[in-house]
């Protein structure tokens, strides 16, 4: 039969789309599927580094596509020295081919030896189980100078002081200028500079500043490392004449003290390492293929004799704008009073390229207020404690001097309030030139305030002749944390605000009095609540070398690193945080090099602390006990009430048990499993010893019953078991009747507290302590006014000797919980660096919603939960590469929908098991929307102890 006409067209059109539909196939087959991408490349956890050492760097990448549950089957990794190669897919330097490997995350660069100064382009392409990628846009990165002999620079400065200096007491030191002008005949085709000046510098080429980098380069102990910046320079040269200049700051180089402070508390002077001075190397490479170096050697000249009249990182920097030197950056400026500079001994440190960020203007604030409490004097309200500076128009006659002072808070009449300041002047003056409008803003110096006083300013201030200049690393925020209770927003925003603000290179404890170390027993625990927050690998990172730098021959480890006080206490508590951050490294970043690399120096800690002090298995070193708990009465700084104290070979104990485990578990990734048993089985006995000593099985209590000292025994997994749950009991007992259901731990105890409450099933009572608006709390900073978080829990109140705004160690474990427990984002156990992640919500009465997002190092990932009456909502988003165990709260899956549908019948989703009232699926990567009709509401009090009960606190649970 023939066809009709309309017959045949539709069977033309039945074949076209068969043939379609074959050729989609055909080319989805064969070719890169075009859904499946790889981006955000990073090496050494930054994109395209400019400038680093790191000879065998990590490279990692990202994974995108909608398909659900993308998994990497392999990836091919192309280095190449020019973009021209890499455009023709040639991996001169590295060409990894395909390997069949699923880590899209620190494979480390495995090519040929990178030397000095070469930039190298890389792009990666991957195989997923949803087809393969094609090649990633190219990234780069620039290596710096590797060989110590690449530099023929000197080190030069003038070692003394000039007329106007103050070497004792409070220094006082004028900046340094040094200048030297070069010809540059030919267009530079690139043009690098490499620059170290101590303690700190800002350079600038022709005029021109050179980055935006303040207060570099990162402080170290100068007597063991330097860091030194790289800079592409290319576009700062001209053809012909060419000046570069380098201002010299003390920063921590020059000391800020000089002698032993017997006010009260003595306060140690800080480490000297003598005059300012600087190494710098600029290379000019041109077409032909030839190079002119420049380095600082005699041939420069330098003074002393400019506008920064003085600069100490604690007193303020003086400025006096009619000593300003037009065109001193630039050529054909008359220098002939300048001295020649001199070859000086160069620091003992050895020069290393700088990885951890440099220090930028992050934000800039207006100032809310500005008021006048006594004639002449106005304060200035920055409505925020920041830390950074105040930038300022000004007009007036020469020789008016315009002086600002800060301070955390006022008194009762509006002017400063500055004893918690202690001796730190924190005074920065300017003096006008009389030449129009003026702007002035400090180059070496910082603050830790939020109201300022103003005296001397020629008319009357206003907010706009003022801006707030807020410093901090240069780090990508990393997370976002919201939910329904206000107070706890508050408490994140105050925790925000107050860990950047302690960031300069090193964490620090406060920003404002006469201290500002990266104190250890500050920052253990909070580094993970902040690495949330914050990509702060690198950072923490350089502080454990700072901290490996600090160790003294004997194996002793001091409380302060870098060591500009000398305070070498042999504690357990504080240089335990050298171990604590390495294994945070290592789970939140995947990086078991911090391990390897510091596990020698770890061990001789250990050992020293052991032959030393160690009897029966008992470690009695303890100095600061549960640091600033609340005390008994509000103008107290420690409590005197042996009660509320913990005993101090209990802590020292404890954590010398817990660093055992850590050994342990650091041991057996290396495969070292002979040293890895000896710290076990010392454990063992450490344990016995310290059960015979604190614990009383008749009551469960240690000690003295503390919930510290019970609350370490438990989270340390000290106890005998059999006996958790009732040390648990004295735990839970103690807060709600001696606290009244409020924090009654300080630094140490508050590390576990949250995580502890939560996992034996008591989230409702961490919800409160978190909560609580009255003394003692974080609520309670907040409803007095702290937009930060204070170093006392009375810091209203308390003796102004040691009480700083700003310091965040008492936030303890309160960011994880946020995280981990409200936002229930966390390593799934035995996992490292999100590769499996464990997202259990712990529901409490009292919110509604919760939203939080964490760009980890596979991926974004996010989880939305909201809850009402009848209903449980839950977004998820899991990254590319990396799969999720959820534990969504339900009696039974048929209560549960993914987007509508069914969750039985989603495919993808794998139903694991039930747990009380909850029910466990395992996901692979993608968005899902979750939603579960009438719920158990209070799912959360009986998260049984045996599903990864004490999954955090087991350390050896990393396999
Ligand atoms: C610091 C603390 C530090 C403590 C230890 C204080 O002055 O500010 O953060 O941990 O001393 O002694």
Redesign the pocket.
């Known amino acids: 039969m023939k066809p009709t006409e309309k017959g045949r067209n539709k069977v033309i059109s039945k074949v076209m789309r068969i043939y379609s539909i074959a050729v989609i196939v055909i080319f989805w087959a064969c070719s890169p599927q075009a859904d499946i991408e790889v981006n955000h490349l990073r090496c050494e956890f930054q994109e395209n580094p400019f400038g680093i050492d790191v000879v065998q760097p990590f490279l990692s990448w990202e994974i995108s596509g909608t398909p659900r549950g993308i998994t990497q089957k392999a990836y091919h990794i192309l280095v190449a020295s020019s973009m021209e190669k890499l455009n023709h897919n040639e991996g001169d330097l590295w060409d990894s081919r395909m390997v069949n490997d699923d880590s899209s995350i620190n494979v480390a660069y495995n090519g040929t030896s990178l030397k000095s100064r070469i930039t190298c382009y890389w792009k990666v392409k991957v195989k997923t189980n949803h087809g393969e990628s094609g090649w990633s846009q190219p990234a780069q990165w620039r290596m710096a100078l590797v060989d110590k002999n690449d530099w023929q620079a000197q080190w030069i400065g003038l070692d003394k002081s000039f007329p106007g200096d103050v070497l004792k007491e409070k220094t006082r030191l004028a900046a340094r200028y040094l200048r030297k002008e070069f010809k540059n005949e030919k267009k530079a085709t690139k043009a690098t500079l490499y620059i170290s000046g101590l303690g700190l510098y800002e350079a600038f080429i022709n005029g021109k500043r050179i980055g935006d980098q303040v207060l570099a380069p990162t402080p170290t102990d100068y007597s063991k490392s330097v860091k030194y910046n790289t800079f592409d320079i290319t576009d700062f040269l001209a053809v012909g004449d060419n000046t570069i200049g380098v201002t010299l700051g003390n920063g921590r180089f020059f000391n800020m003290r000089t002698i032993e402070d017997n006010s009260y508390p003595p306060l140690p002077p800080t480490q000297n390492y003598g005059f300012p001075k600087m190494i710098l190397q600029m290379e000019i490479d041109y077409d032909d293929g030839s190079r002119q170096t420049l380095v600082s050697d005699d041939s420069w000249k330098i003074t002393a004799d400019g506008p920064i009249l003085a600069n100490n990182e604690y007193d303020g920097e003086e400025y006096d704008a009619r000593k300003e030197m037009p065109g001193w950056d630039n050529p054909g400026f008359n220098d002939t009073r300048w001295m020649p500079a001199e070859l000086v001994e160069a620091p003992k440190g050895t020069l290393q390229a700088q990885l951890n960020a440099n220090i930028k203007i992050m934000e800039t604030l207006s100032p809310e207020t500005v008021t006048e409490p006594k004639p002449g004097m106005y304060i200035l309200d920055m409505g925020q404690n920041m830390v950074g500076w105040l930038s300022m128009k000004v007009k007036g006659k020469a020789g008016e001097k315009v002086k600002l002072r800060f301070a955390e808070v006022l008194n009762e009449d509006g002017t400063l309030y500055m004893a918690n300041i202690r001796n730190a002047l924190v005074t920065d003056i300017y003096t006008l030139k009389g030449e129009g409008e003026e702007y002035w803003e400090p180059s070496f110096v910082y603050h830790g305030f939020r109201y300022v006083e103003i005296t001397g300013y020629p008319g009357i201030p206003t907010i706009d002749d003022f801006e707030g200049k807020v410093i901090y690393d240069e780090m990508e925020t990393t997370g976002h944390f919201e939910t329904s209770d206000n107070l706890i927003n508050q408490i994140y925003k105050n925790a925000y605000w107050g860990i950047r603000g302690n960031y300069r290179g090193m964490p620090t404890?406060?920003p404002q009095r006469d201290?500002r170390m990266a104190?250890l027993?500050?920052r253990a625990t909070g580094s993970l609540g902040e690495s949330f927050v914050f990509n702060n690998h690198n950072l923490y990172a350089k502080w454990l070398d700072d901290i490996e730098e600090s160790q003294l021959e004997n194996g002793s480890i001091p409380?302060v690193a870098p060591a500009y006080w000398k305070n070498y206490n042999d504690n357990m508590t504080?240089p335990a945080a050298y171990l604590i951050i390495a294994d945070m490294l290592y789970n939140q970043y995947g990086d078991a090099r911090p391990i390897v690399k510091h596990y020698e120096s770890m061990k001789k800690w250990m050992k020293f602390m052991a032959d030393n002090f160690m009897e029966d298995y008992i470690m009695p070193r303890d100095l600061?006990g549960d640091?600033c708990m609340p005390p008994e009465s509000p103008e107290m700084i420690h409590s005197a009430d042996p009660a509320r104290k913990t005993d101090g070979t209990l802590l020292g104990t404890s954590f010398y048990y817990h660093m055992l485990r850590l050994l342990e578990k650091f041991a057996q990734l290396q495969d070292k499993n002979d040293e890895s048993k000896q710290f076990s089985d010392q454990a063992i006995l450490v344990k016995d010893a310290y059960n015979n000593r604190f614990f009383n099985k008749e009551t469960a209590q240690y000690s003295n019953n503390t919930v510290t000292a019970n609350l370490v025994s438990l989270c340390f997994n000290l106890v005998p078991e059999g006996y958790e749950e009732k040390v648990f009991e004295n735990i839970v007992y103690k807060t709600q009747h001696d606290f009244n259901g409020h924090v009654s731990t300080g630094?140490v105890g508050i590390q576990w507290l949250m995580r502890g409450l939560s996992e034996y099933g008591r989230s409702d009572l961490a919800f409160q302590i978190a909560t609580n608006r009255d003394y003692p709390s974080w609520g309670y900073m907040i409803e007095r006014g702290a937009t930060t978080i204070w170093?006392l829990w009375n810091g209203d109140t308390g003796d102004p000797t040691?009480n700083?705004q700003n310091?965040v160690?008492l936030l303890g474990d309160l960011i994880v919980w946020f995280y981990e427990y409200l936002g229930a984002i966390q390593n799934a156990p035995g996992n490292c660096g999100f590769k499996k992640i464990e997202m259990h919500p712990y529901d409490v009465d009292g919110l509604t919603y919760v939203t939080a997002s964490y760009h980890s190092t596979h991926g974004l990932i996010k989880s939305a939960w909201k809850k009402s009456e009848d209903s449980f909502e839950w977004n998820i988003t899991v990254p590319a590469n990396s799969k999720a165990v959820i534990s969504i709260p339900a009696k039974d899956k048929k209560q549960i929908t993914e987007s509508g549908k069914k969750v039985s019948a989603t495919q993808g989703i794998k139903f694991l098991r039930n747990e009380t009232g909850r029910v466990v699926f395992e996901v692979g990567s993608g968005d899902y929307e979750f939603k579960v009709k009438l719920i158990n509401t209070n799912f959360d009090r009986v998260r049984v102890l045996n599903y990864s009960a004490v999954s955090y606190l087991s350390v050896l649970d990393f396999k």
Request: with cysteine; glycine share 6%.
């Open positions: 404890d406060c201290e104190w027993g500050d409380d504080w600061y640091w630094l170093e040691m700083s310091h160690m």
